[in-house]
């Protein structure tokens, strides 16, 4: 049998001292690398709630808009076709006509009053709200987003001068019909607000 002599199995001190320092490096790195990540993470989940927020609240007031839009629609829908069942009662008689249309009158007006009030007071100011809101936040949309800013600024600009500006109606007509489309950028913020959404949900690259 072969015998270990006194000490053979012992490490040198140095080496003791060099593994316990890689030891701590180590540890001292992978420590590090840990925060930093989670950091990193929270900083770009940070991100990404904030501008989630900026998105949802510019989507939720065009669909504000859109519900009274399209209740008015609605409404006016249901009301020429209720004036047309009376008409067609009288096709025949266009005294009699002449004299249903007279006697729908004061409703059709007030009808075409509210919904001209309503745009007014209840829609073109959600238009303003998410102008402003956007403009105390411009630092949250995506490029992409920004360059739509120009058009929703213009639309509520050229419509309060339409509505304020003392033209002849048919100077406000064409005004009105010429306003931009805004159709592009309600897609973008509806698009942006989805991918912000999934992006969240994500654990992230890091």
Known sequence: MIQSTPGSHNLNPLWIALIAAAASLFGTLVGGW?????????????RIREQLSFYSTLVALKMEIDVKTATQKKANELNKKARDADLQVFAGDPSSAAQVLLQRLPSEERSYRYDQEQYKTEIVPRYKRMLQYWSEHMDLPESSTVEYYKDLAYYIESHDRAENSGYAAGVVTLMIDQLPNLDPLFKELREQMEKLRKDL???GLF
């Open 201 to 203: 949900k994500e654990p």
């Open 34 to 46: 840990i925060t930093n990540r989670n950091q990193k993470k929270e900083r770009r989940n940070r």
